[in-house]
């Protein structure tokens, strides 16, 4: 399958809340440092995201290479979203094999300074567009119980709940919640 957004690609522009510009792309090599940036300050705030650790460059040059290759082969669909320059977020949808071809995994995030500003409305209505293009069925997510903001975004684009692993997240000593959810195309 041919890539649904190239490397680099701009899908759209799109105003935030508080008026200033955002640009939704895919991603390309040179946006290793500023996704390497974005990602650890994700880790550092302890934002409710499967993945406490900081990457290293070495790390996130190997993910990013493997990403762009799934997306050159169609087995992924990749936006960031650059803000005054910086890359302010991204958002994915991962491909299952198989008899699972038509569904996909789904994730997104956001920098502290960018949230609350419709931006990440914004990547998930581009996901889903994109997805459909792409010939899939089924969007799947997993979320922290506890994250509201994101649960509420995703209600709003259409997923529902459709399972929990009771305590499948344990932060600091403390079960979380892990609840799945999902939306047809
Ligand atoms: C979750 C996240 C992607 C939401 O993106 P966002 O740009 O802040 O959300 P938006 O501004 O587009 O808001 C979309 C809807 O979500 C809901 N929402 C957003 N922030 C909210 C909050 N703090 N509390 C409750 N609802 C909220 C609102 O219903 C909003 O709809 P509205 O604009 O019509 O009122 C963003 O907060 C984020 O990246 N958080 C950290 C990383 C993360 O949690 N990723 C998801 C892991 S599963």
């Known amino acids: 399958m ?10 759209s522009r799109f105003t935030l809340k508080n008026g200033t510009t955002a640009v939704i792309r895919g ?31 070495e790390a996130e040059a190997d993910w990013l290479g493997q990403r762009l290759s799934e997306i050159e082969s169609g087995q992924a669909i990749h936006l960031v979203a650059e803000v005054g320059g ?59 119980a506890t994250n509201i903001a994101a649960i509420r975004l995703y209600e709003k684009v259409g997923f529902r709940e459709v399972g929990r692993i009771p305590k499948g997240i344990c932060r600091d000593g403390n079960y979380i919640d892990l609840v799945r959810m999902t939306t047809e195309l």
């Open 27 to 57: 991603p390309n090599w040179n946006d290793l440092d500023g996704l390497l940036e974005y990602i650890n300050g994700l880790v550092e705030e302890r934002a409710q995201i499967v993945k406490s650790e900081k990457m290293t460059r």
């Open 86 to 144: 910086k890359i302010a977020g991204d958002a994915t949808v991962g491909v299952l094999a198989g008899e699972r071809g038509h569904t996909a995994y789904l994730g997104i995030g956001l920098s502290k300074g960018v949230r609350g500003l419709g931006l990440g409305k914004a990547l998930m209505h581009a996901l889903i567009e994109l997805s459909k293009k792409a010939g899939l069925k089924i969007l799947i997510l997993d979320v922290f």
């Open 2 to 11: 041919a890539p649904i957004i190239k490397p680099g690609e701009i899908y």
